[in-house]
Nanobody, 125 residues
Framework: QVQLLESGGALVQAGGSLRLSCAAS????????MVWFRQAPGQEREFVAA????????KYEDSVKGRFAISRDNAKNTVYLQMNSLKPEDTAVYSC??????????????????WGKGTLVTVSS
């Protein structure tokens, strides 16, 4: 059974940092691009960051460029999202997804093979 399990979400003050993890089981991540999405309360899901299977390419949503960094450790079957200089508008449920394709731009409602259930990040002002 394939499972993507996110962790690392927490309540943090504005300006703080968090590192999210997405651990996969039943799925060799080396075959997949990995993507982070987020969905704020009452908002549509949005793309945050993506990394290619061998980490040769990354892509970020404009509002997180320079603040967030996506990385992966294929030996640990885990993907990370380092989030720095957090802002209240970063508050959302962050979910990871695996895609057998590399998209440009990244779709938010299709194109993913597997999804995690998400982890909540709350940034207080």
């Amino acid at each position: 059974q394939v499972q993507l399990l996110e962790s690392g979400g927490a309540l943090v003050q504005a300006g703080g940092s968090l590192r999210l993890s997405c651990a996969a089981s039943g799925l060799p991540l080396t075959n997949y691009a990995m993507v982070w999405f987020r969905q704020a309360p009452g908002q549509e899901r949005e793309f945050v960051a993506a990394i290619s299977p061998r980490a040769r390419s990354t892509k970020y949503e404009d509002s997180v460029k320079g603040r967030f960094a996506i990385s992966r450790d294929n030996a640990k079957n885990t993907v990370y999202l380092q989030m720095n200089s957090l802002k209240p508008e970063d508050t959302a449920v962050y979910s990871c997804a695996a895609s057998s394709s590399w998209w440009d731009p990244w779709p938010v409602n299709y194109g993913m093979d597997y999804w995690g259930k998400g982890t909540l990040v709350t940034v207080s002002s």
